[in-house]
Nanobody
């Protein structure tokens, strides 16, 4: 099970930290990603992290503002979001899938078979 939390209402320029706790799987064997879906739009990738945490990747629009990280001891993946913009509004989903240790982070939607329920982020202008 993946349980996302940390969403909320924030003004533009503000920050939020999303968390996603995993249970039922060996967390260290998973590569992880964050996706979001805005009203009227399809789900899009935001950031991803590999098993070892050294490999990360971001969509261009969030580079320099968002940081993905993981804590294998706590079975949790985080998304620190700074300098939020109204266009960051949406439901944020965490996703996971087992991967080889050397596999890089990926934002490919089809690479993930395990999804959390989503947490809503609303950024007001």
């Amino acid at each position: 099970q993946l349980q996302a939390s940390g969403g909320g209402l924030v003004q533009a320029g503000g920050s939020l930290r999303l968390s996603c706790a995993a249970s039922g799987r060996t967390f260290s064997t998973l590569r992880l990603g964050w996706f979001r879906q805005s009203p009227g739009k399809s789900r899009e990738s935001v950031a991803a992290i590999g098993r070892n945490g050294a490999s990360t990747t971001y969509r261009d629009s969030v580079k320099g503002r968002f940081t993905i990280s993981r804590d294998n001891a706590l079975n949790t993946v985080y998304l620190q979001m700074n300098s939020l913009k109204p266009e960051d509004t949406g439901v944020y989903y965490c996703a996971a899938d087992p991967a080889d240790f050397r596999s890089p982070a990926t934002m490919t939607y089809g690479a993930y078979n395990w999804w959390g329920q989503g947490t809503l982020v609303t950024v007001s202008s």
